[in-house]
């Protein structure tokens, strides 16, 4: 399978801080990732689509970039609303996702 | 607004078999991927499986041999069976409505179903 390692498995931010989440894939995958958003005890939420393509309905704070195997998600501005558990996921073969990276509160 | 609901019974003895319902409100079934995701306690995301409205399945090689998805469209719902549990397949259970186009991704997603395998 491929891995997605996912980094760093925790930060602390400010709301209005740039926040950057890396994930790298074990595998050349092109830019078959999509990275969701999920809060405790809420349905998870999809943010990203094939690495680059903001899902409708997603503030445009949220970018995805990246091709090969390293890929990164940014939230420009760090908002209340986003404090939460991001994941990145690879659709190039047999799905997996990376360990999550929990945004808290500095 | 479409919704999905996972249900079934939360506690599961070693051995048995697990099942799962996700219905799915405020749209037809019909001409969607449908598919399960679960994230044992304090590890990540393992996608289980999906399957197309006309019935086709594909699986995670991993667990393909324990897993069955099926449909009901009279119903608008489609279900997981998983044989033979462990310990290990303690989890919350997604359902998730997965889009196919020139990528695939998990456009919805249930709140989530946590499943303990105990005797």
């Known amino acids: 399978d491929i891995q997605m390692t996912q980094s760093p498995s925790s930060l602390s931010a400010s709301v209005g801080d740039r926040v950057t989440i890396t994930c790298r894939a074990s595998?050349?995958?092109?830019?078959?990732v999509n990275w969701y958003q999920h809060k405790p005890g809420e349905a998870p939420n999809l943010l990203i689509y094939a690495a680059s393509s903001l899902q409708s309905g997603v503030p445009s704070r949220f970018s995805g970039s990246g091709s090969g195997t390293d890929f990164t998600l940014t939230i420009s501005s760090l908002q209340p609303e986003d404090f939460a558990t991001y994941y990145c996921q690879q659709t190039y073969s047999t799905w997996t996702f990376g360990q999550g990276t929990k945004v808290e509160v500095k | 607004q479409v919704q999905l609901q996972e249900s079934g019974p939360g506690l599961v003895k070693p051995s048995e078999t697990l099942s799962l319902t996700c219905s799915v409100s405020g749209a037809s079934i019909n001409n969607y991927y449908w598919s399960w995701i679960r994230q044992p306690p304090g590890k990540g995301l393992e996608w289980i499986g999906y399957i197309y409205y006309s019935g086709s399945t594909t699986y995670n090689p991993s667990l393909k041999s324990r897993v069955t998805i099926s449909i009901d469209m009279s119903e608008n719902q489609f279900s997981l069976k998983l044989n033979s549990v462990t310990a290990a397949d303690t989890a919350v259970y997604y359902c998730?409505?997965?889009?196919?186009?020139?990528?695939?991704?998990?456009?919805?997603w249930g709140r989530g179903t946590l499943v303990a395998v105990s005797s």
């Open positions: 595998q050349r995958i092109y830019k078959y």
């Open positions: 998730a409505r997965l889009f196919r186009g020139s990528y695939w991704y998990f456009d919805l």
